[in-house]
């Protein structure tokens, strides 16, 4: 069902199971039913998410809001749902295929250059640059270096944008960007998208060229070089051309 491509799925959950909530209460059902009768729905709503993340997200949602509801704030359920709908402006429909929003550290890509040994004025991209976190930590690393950045929302390039004025950042979907004319690709994305990662960097990429993935590896590949970030995360680099990974004999 195309219509139930993610966020609509979680989108749905959480509103009917609110609705679920207040119309059981209505009916003279103790709180703590409703409750639990309204998360039992939406537990059954998280078959229509295709991955663990977006499951958990789908069955969690309802429940978190009910805390933060109940909370000395007295958020009501109507903020809440305004809240969701934030959340569908900052993050298109489209945009839900990617990591929905993974901040890279700062510091995390400080000894790049130990590995990556760059010219003044190589071209960088930060493929899904949120808020600008990638950027900014790209800049700390390679400082002589010509920046640039996509991403989907326009809140959010418009955030990072002010965040990093020493790159040039649009709105647009990283997989129709032509990566050509970059030394570097960097990403923060997800374990799903490596593999459309990897096709498209060795459609376009030029040899020599590397692409560059936080935490999250192209298990089809071989890195030409690894570091750990202080919080032990991985980031696995990889140049053109790429080096395929042997897979065990059985």
């Given at each position: 069902m195309k219509f139930m491509t993610w966020p609509v799925p979680a989108l749905l959950a959480w509103g009917s199971s609110w609705l679920i909530f207040k119309g059981l209460q209505s009916v003279g059902?103790?709180?703590?039913?409703?409750?639990?009768?309204?998360?039992?729905?939406?537990?059954?709503?998280?078959?229509?998410?295709?991955?663990?993340?977006?499951?958990?997200?789908?069955?969690?949602?309802?429940?978190?809001?009910?805390v933060v509801s109940s909370s000395t704030l007295s958020?009501?359920?109507?903020?809440?749902?305004?809240?969701?709908?934030?959340?569908?402006?900052?993050?298109?429909?489209?945009?839900?295929?990617?990591?929905?929003?993974?901040?890279?550290?700062?510091?995390?890509l400080r000894e790049m250059p130990e590995h990556i040994a760059l010219p003044a004025g190589a071209r960088i991209l930060?493929?899904?640059?949120?808020?600008?976190d990638g950027l900014l930590a790209l800049?700390?690393?390679?400082?002589?270096?010509?920046?640039?950045?996509?991403?989907?929302?326009?809140?959010?390039?418009?955030?990072?944008?002010?965040?990093?004025?020493?790159?040039?950042?649009?709105?647009?979907?990283?997989?129709?960007?032509d990566w050509r004319s970059f030394d570097v690709v960097y990403m923060f994305q997800r374990p799903e998208s490596m593999p459309r990662a990897v096709e498209k960097a060795e459609a376009e990429l030029r040899r020599g060229a590397w692409l560059v993935s936080l935490e999250f590896e192209a298990k089809e590949l071989m890195p030409q070089a690894t570091l750990t970030c202080r919080d032990g995360r991985p980031v696995w680099m990889y140049q053109i051309p790429f080096k395929r990974a042997q897979r065990p004999r059985h």
């Open positions: 059902l103790s709180e703590t039913i409703a409750l639990v009768l309204a998360a039992f729905w939406g537990g059954f709503l998280s078959r229509f998410g295709h991955t663990p993340m977006r499951k958990a997200l789908i069955v969690l949602g309802f429940p978190m809001s009910v958020v009501p359920p109507l903020a809440w749902l305004l809240l969701l709908a934030l959340i569908v402006l900052i993050y298109p429909r489209k945009a839900w295929r990617d990591a929905p929003l993974f901040p890279t550290p700062k510091q995390a930060d493929a899904g640059s949120g808020m600008g800049r700390q690393a390679y400082p002589r270096a010509e920046l640039h950045g996509v991403e989907m929302s326009w809140p959010l390039r418009v955030l990072s944008a002010m965040r990093c004025s020493f790159a040039r950042i649009r709105q647009g979907d990283i997989w129709l960007v």
